[in-house]
């Protein structure tokens, strides 16, 4: 038995190692235990994670969303085009996510992350500890970019901006609306710059 134990041995993947399929279904079965733990969260705080998801009878949290997401991806792209690389460097998890997918599901991708990730985040655990403890642990679960301070403040900040929207709008779509947004149009930047 111990032979056996000595000769496991926890390895960390290299995301050029691992194949899409394996890719994919570490990214959807990631996004349902987050879901699972967002709802049960919910739950055990007695309230319903079916109300937190009603679309709002106004578009005021849709134009926060939008408005949020179009500050985020104009800063990026700043970012992007004036920070060295090695400064903002994810190991290529986003390059290799999105440069060969299909529009349709980049699309399917933003969709599920923002709906699983913010119903955790933003609806369970930002009621539990606010806006910022929530924003520190949304960054820390972004481990990829824990490497460099530029993509861990940046996420930080835009998490911090949603809570606060959230709080402001009282919808939680609001906070998903900004998030489908900047992972749509950042796929889609991804997939059509590695093209040209």
Not at 5 to 27: M, P, V
Not at 130 to 149: D, E, K, Q
Request: aromatic share 14%; with cysteine.
């Amino acid at each position: 038995m111990k032979q056996k134990w000595k000769a496991f041995k926890e390895q960390q993947a290299r995301i050029g190692e691992l194949d899409d399929r394996t890719l994919l279904l570490n990214l959807y079965l990631t996004q349902a235990i987050t879901l699972i733990i967002g709802i049960v969260w919910i739950w055990l705080q007695q309230r319903n994670p079916f109300e937190l998801l009603q679309f709002p009878n106004h578009a005021q949290p849709w134009l926060w969303g939008i408005g949020l997401a179009a500050i985020v991806i104009v800063v990026d792209l700043l970012i992007s085009r004036f920070v060295p690389d090695d400064v903002t460097d994810d190991g290529g998890v986003n390059e290799r996510l999105f440069r060969a997918r299909p529009v349709w599901h980049i699309f399917i991708i933003a969709l599920i992350v923002s709906i699983c990730e913010e119903l955790l985040f933003r609806g369970a655990i930002q009621f539990a500890l606010g806006p910022y403890w929530t924003s520190i642990l949304f960054a820390a679960i972004h481990v990829r970019y824990l490497r460099h301070w530029v993509p861990t403040a940046l996420v930080f900040s835009i998490s911090y901006a949603m809570g606060l929207m959230y709080e402001w709008t009282g919808s939680l779509w609001a906070p998903i609306m900004a998030h489908f947004v900047i992972d749509f149009v950042m796929g889609l930047i991804l997939r059509y710059r590695r093209e040209a």
